[in-house]
């Protein structure tokens, strides 16, 4: 509308061929160009550091791939600098592409990971797995899930003389432990059965899910019952139980899980102690995330 009131007032100008008229109209028009140009120039000096964040922002937000058109729903950016920090972003490696789908990268995955182990690694927090440790008299773990299975990220050992050693920064499968259960069953239900399917699913003991179906069977009865349970199936005279760490809108972050030897940690009294756990992870949540 303002392009054709402008039009029409260069039209009237030229016509009357007034001078002073003339002067007026250069000088509107130069006002109108200057405020067009300032516009854009301040919607491109708004900070690029912040944008490429907002991108993984809503990346995160939505647990799948999304197109440029998809992440402008949200941004409202400019379209051509939008695509210009995308196309950064896939050179340097942050993200990756499928067709016109953008996804996080290893390289963008690794980093996220390594922000989450700083937080958790956070006095307070190890604070509460030793309260959870000294209420449970077992070894209380913080795991979260990478490439390699479930990585254990911090750990309070117990006092006992008899027990098993899996130090911090130790990967364990995802089929067979009470905390890979845990994140498996926090899947939306298509991932989840993709997930099961991709897994190798080797048998530790004579105890381990080793079939598809089977697996996808236990992960509905932890999805329903909010904890899972390893009864010796990663390794002979180990149980755990575990329970998730979720952010504030409810999404899986990590696992909170206590194992011990059999012959001393009963499942049976583990699970009655079950809200202890959830307890420290929501103590957890609360000291990570609000």
């Known amino acids: 509308m303002n392009f054709y009131f402008l039009r029409l007032f260069v039209s009237i100008s030229v016509t009357l061929n007034g001078t002073w008229f003339n002067d007026l109209c250069k000088r509107k028009i130069k006002v109108f160009s200057k405020s ?5 120039m301040d919607s491109d000096k708004l900070a690029p550091n912040l944008r490429i964040i907002r991108i993984f922002e ?3 937000k939505h647990h799948q791939p999304l197109s440029p058109t998809e992440l402008n729903n949200e941004l409202k950016m ?3 600098s939008l695509h210009r920090l995308c196309n950064m972003l896939l050179e340097e490696g942050y ?3 499928t067709g016109r789908k953008l996804y996080p990268s290893p390289r963008l995955l690794q980093m996220a990971s390594g922000l989450g182990t700083l937080g ?12 959870v440790s000294h209420q449970f008299g077992e070894t209380v773990n913080f795991v ?4 390699s299975g479930m990585k254990y990220i911090d750990r309070v050992e ?5 027990r098993i050693l899996l130090p911090v920064g130790t990967h364990v499968p995802f089929h067979c ?5 845990t994140y498996l069953a926090s899947l939306p239900k298509q991932k989840r059965e993709r997930m099961a399917r991709s897994l190798h699913l080797t048998r530790q003991t004579p105890q381990t899910i080793d079939t598809t179906i089977n697996l996808l069977a236990e992960l509905v009865r932890v999805r329903r019952q909010g904890y899972a349970v390893d009864n010796e199936e990663f390794h002979n005279e180990m149980v755990a139980i575990a329970v998730p760490v979720t952010d504030l809108n409810g999404d899986y972050f990590a696992s909170l899980a206590v194992h011990g030897p059999s012959p001393r940690f009963k499942l049976e009294e583990a699970i009655q102690k079950i809200d202890i756990l959830r307890q420290a992870a929501t103590e957890i949540q609360l000291m990570l995330f609000s």
């Not at 979260?144 to 490439?147: A, D, G, L, N």
């Not at 432990?177 to 259960?181: E, F, I, M």
């Open 36 to 40: 067009v140009v300032e516009a854009n």
């Open 58 to 60: 809503i990346l995160a």
């Open 78 to 80: 400019p379209k051509q």
């Open 95 to 97: 993200l990756a592409k």
């Open 120 to 131: 958790v690694n956070s006095t307070a927090c190890h604070q509460i797995l030793r309260k």
């Open 144 to 147: 979260r899930p990478e490439k």
């Open 158 to 162: 117990t006092n006992w003389a008899f």
């Open 177 to 181: 432990t009470a905390s890979g259960k």
